[in-house]
């Protein structure tokens, strides 16, 4: 080849575009720690609803058959469960017995099988059921107060989940997509959204602002913002006839509850950002986390001391967030514990249970040595009711009436009968 | 909660793979650029017909031709070698140093040198393919980071 005699250069510096890709790694990472922290509180969030919920759910159940002691109404259908039946078909059953009056044991086939049942449905449940009938109505309220004002905490969600949910569905399909065909065909314009979102962010030079908003998102939002948001529902709540010292105590507890909330997303993010920022970064953000987790349960203890006190609502939410904390071995310890301390408990956690019992004590005092079924099948009778007293024509108080001491009768005869189960199986096997 | 970072780390695999293929696909998609730029400056700086016909006029046919060739037929051979200069233009070499691409081309052409140092054609044609470029570029910084 002959020597050029006329030479020339272009010269292209890609510079730009490579700080463009290092933006967008950074705008992912960014993102993908407002993910873990959005995911760590819908948890928490989902935890707390699910358990408000359950309690209002199986309060206002236990309301319908007649007052019973929500507690025991879980161990019952438990039970049952335990014995073979379905969660749907086991609750018929214990709405037709409580409606008819007849004995727990009919449902059984025999006694060893009740007692069997009977210890395996208290073992597993006897722990929710102890706080069920301590907190379920209280649970209710709170669920009922919270429906009420709750528009507040909802657009809190709504707000937070519509100002990421671009760049969050980003994520989201980065993180679990491997086909990226697949991921197109179904998502189609979100995907496009979302890569327009993070372009226009390198473009527009806003990472810092987003790395802002995650943060907030992560450390602010989540614990000082939902604090806030508490201590403004129980400023409401204290409006209503119940003693102020409860709420106050709730309050300090739900703050340190949302320290130990904070040190979990930090922890967590310490974890799904540590591969890319450093070992170091990993064991600060951790060694913080550590501080705010006993920050956090030093106040939370603070505020479960003043409820203990004021005989308020320890064992339903403050219960539910002591659990949820508790490690899993610790947790297993302690649910055996209190399931032998729910049993041994025996007539006085009946005693303690619920306000309606004891109105149907005075009331059937009132009736002397009658019976009080045939009080009042007599006294249908006399007024042409029918002799039956399940027969219809009767009156809906006579009937509630009814069902209330069938619902106690049944809480009493679960109660003898799983000391009886407990004496057959050995008490030492309860002991934790 | 431990989270898996597995996702993300082929997530960025997969834009650093995709940065390297575009941008190479970039630099030669510029370089072959540059190079047709410069072949079209060049073929413009070269005479036309009616500017060769007007210098043959002007010196009465004689112009400078090989043994046994006539001054018409030497006329009909420059007329056609018009291009030659353009299509001179070749790479050369293409170097990489840091985040700088230098694309370099040649011409051997007989009197390329000339030429060049009269009109300055591969310069002008560097200018011109350099302006369009950072356009390029944030358009395909877009695709890249965009690609999930």
Do not use: C
């Amino acid at each position: 080849m002959a020597a050029a005699t006329a030479t020339g250069f272009l010269e292209l510096n890609i510079a730009g575009f490579d700080k463009a890709i290092s933006t967008a790694k950074k705008a992912l990472v960014a993102l993908t720690a407002v993910f873990a922290v959005f995911k760590t509180a819908n948890f928490w969030k989902e935890g707390i609803e699910g358990a408000i919920n359950f309690g209002n759910e199986i309060f206002h159940a236990s309301q319908r058959l007649g007052s019973m002691d929500s507690g025991k109404l879980l161990i019952a259908q438990k039970t049952l469960e335990n014995a073979g039946l379905g969660a749907e078909e086991a609750r018929t059953q214990i709405n037709e017995l409580v409606e008819s009056g007849r004995s727990m044991s009919t449902l059984f086939k025999g006694a060893d099988d009740y007692a069997q049942a009977l210890q395996n449905a208290t073992a597993s449940y006897g722990s929710q059921a102890n706080v069920l009938s301590q907190s379920a109505e209280k649970l209710s309220k709170v669920f009922e107060i919270i429906q009420s004002v709750g528009s507040k905490l909802q657009t809190f969600f709504l707000a937070m989940t519509a100002r990421f949910v671009t760049p969050l569905l980003a994520v989201l399909n980065f993180l679990n997509s491997i086909d990226l065909a697949g991921i197109g065909a179904s998502l189609g314009d979100g995907i496009t959204k979302a890569a327009s979102f993070l372009v226009g962010m390198v473009i527009n030079g806003n990472i810092g602002e987003i790395l802002g908003l995650s943060l907030k998102v992560g450390f602010m939002m989540a614990t000082d913002y939902l604090t806030e948001k508490l201590t403004e529902i129980f400023e409401i709540l204290k409006g209503f006839k119940f003693n102020p010292k409860i709420f106050n105590a709730l309050e300090v507890m739900f703050t340190g509850l949302a320290l130990i909330l904070g040190a979990s997303i930090r922890k967590a993010i310490a974890y799904a950002m540590e591969p890319y920022l450093g070992k170091e970064f990993g064991e600060t953000q951790r060694g913080i986390a550590k501080i705010e987790t006993i920050a956090g349960k030093a106040t939370f203890q603070s505020g479960v001391s003043t409820l203990e006190e004021q005989g308020g609502l320890v064992g339903g939410i403050g219960g539910f967030a002591k659990g949820v904390n508790t490690p899993i071995k610790t947790a297993t310890a302690k649910l055996a514990e209190l399931t032998a301390a729910a049993i041994k408990a025996g007539e006085d956690a009946i005693g303690k249970a619920a306000g309606p019992m004891k109105k149907d004590k005075i009331m059937t005092e009132g009736l002397g040595a009658q019976d009080p079924y045939k009080v009042i099948a007599s006294s249908m009778a006399k007024v042409g009711g029918g002799g039956g007293y399940m027969v219809q024509g009767m009156t809906i108080e006579a009937r509630n009436q009814i069902k209330q001491i069938n619902a106690a009768n049944l809480a009493n005869e679960i109660n003898a009968k799983t000391l009886v189960a407990v004496e057959k199986l050995g008490a030492d096997k309860m002991k934790p | 909660m431990r989270f898996d970072p597995s996702g993300l780390t082929q997530a960025f695999d997969r834009m650093q793979k995709a940065a390297k293929d575009k941008g190479k696909n970039l630099a030669t998609e510029q370089g072959n650029f540059f190079l047709r730029t410069t072949r079209k400056l060049g073929y413009i700086v070269a005479p036309s017909k009616d500017d060769l016909f007007a210098v043959f006029r002007k010196l009465g046919g004689k112009i400078r031709r090989k043994k046994g060739v006539s001054p018409m037929k030497e006329l009909m051979r420059r007329i056609r070698a018009r291009g030659t200069f353009a299509r001179g233009w070749k790479i050369d070499k293409v170097e990489s140093s840091g985040t700088r691409i230098r694309i370099y081309i040649g011409n051997a052409v007989k009197y390329a040198g000339i030429v060049e140092s009269k009109d300055r054609v591969a310069s002008r044609s560097a200018d011109i393919v350099g302006a369009g470029y950072k356009t390029k570029l944030q358009k395909l910084a877009k695709k890249v980071t965009s690609i999930f």
